[in-house]
């Protein structure tokens, strides 16, 4: 049953307050960002001069550690505190902006305005409303990834699937129920069907991060030929 109400959540649905109030604002680094800054700092010609389009900006840490290298940073959020504590960092930087929007609701993406050399989304289908809408934001990132481009994700997100905790912000529209928490994981074998699919190569890094090893996280690289 699970898995054809996970099919098609019947929506997409407005955002409401109950969807844009979260903590992660007010968090460490999680160990899947922090695996991001080091890997692209060991590979600063992946984002230097580039457009990033970094999906859930949550403390703010990645943007802060990038900004002074990018072309354009786009960075997407349905969290309240997320989009206030990132407009009070980057007020003064033209070439940095968050959006307000759910990354699942397809009537955002003509908000995403053009393309991008390298998008992060350290959890692709974690909070997934359903599988229709999951399916539309992957052919968004490959729609508007260059020729030459990446996506990068981790390991961490890849394999975990949100239960339902209402404590968070969360996806409009999202049953709660929390077994639907594995229709939510990619799985690796997920990750190379999707790769496979749109023509994407697939990658697996483990960036080094100093004096934080249990921080490490693996990555994995999906690059538009």
Same mark, same amino acid.
């Given at each position: 049953m699970s898995n054809i109400t996970f099919a098609d959540c019947g929506g997409p649905f407005e955002l409401t307050?109950?969807?844009?109030?979260?903590?992660?604002?007010?968090?460490?680094?999680?160990?899947?960002?922090?695996?991001?800054?080091?890997?692209?700092?060991?590979w600063p010609q992946l984002y230097t001069g580039k457009r990033v389009l970094h999906v859930g900006?949550? +403390?703010?840490?990645?943007?802060?550690?990038?900004?002074?290298?990018?072309?354009?940073?786009?960075?997407?959020?349905?969290?309240?505190?997320?989009k206030r504590l990132f407009e009070e960092k980057f007020a003064a930087t033209e070439h940095m902006r968050v959006l307000l929007t759910n990354k699942y609701d397809p009537r955002d993406y003509?908000?995403?305005?053009?393309?991008?050399?390298?998008?992060?989304?350290?959890?692709?289908?974690s909070f997934a409303?359903?599988?229709?809408?999951f399916n539309q934001l992957i052919a968004l990132c490959n729609e508007r990834l260059k020729s030459g481009a990446t996506l990068i994700t981790a390991e961490s997100g890849?394999?975990?699937?949100?239960?339902? +905790?209402?404590?968070?912000?969360?996806?409009?529209?999202?049953?709660l129920d929390p077994s639907l928490?594995?229709?939510?994981?990619l799985g690796?074998?997920?990750?190379?069907?999707?790769?496979?699919s749109f023509g994407l190569d697939l990658t697996c890094v483990v960036p080094a991060i100093?004096?934080?090893?249990?921080?490490m996280d693996k990555l994995w690289l999906l690059r538009k030929a």
């Open positions: 307050a109950a969807h844009t109030i979260s903590s992660w604002e007010s968090q460490p680094t999680t160990g899947a960002e922090a695996a991001v800054t080091a890997f692209l700092q060991q900006v949550g +403390n703010c840490s990645l943007p802060a550690a990038l900004a002074d290298d990018l072309a354009a940073y786009v960075g997407l959020t349905i969290s309240l505190p997320e003509s908000r995403i305005e053009g393309f991008f050399d390298l998008i992060i989304d350290v959890n692709l289908k409303c359903c599988e229709k809408h890849v394999l975990w699937g949100w239960p339902g +905790n209402t404590k968070m912000a969360y996806t409009p529209g999202a049953r928490a594995e229709d939510r994981v690796l074998d997920g990750l190379e069907r999707l790769s496979r100093r004096d934080a090893p249990d921080a």
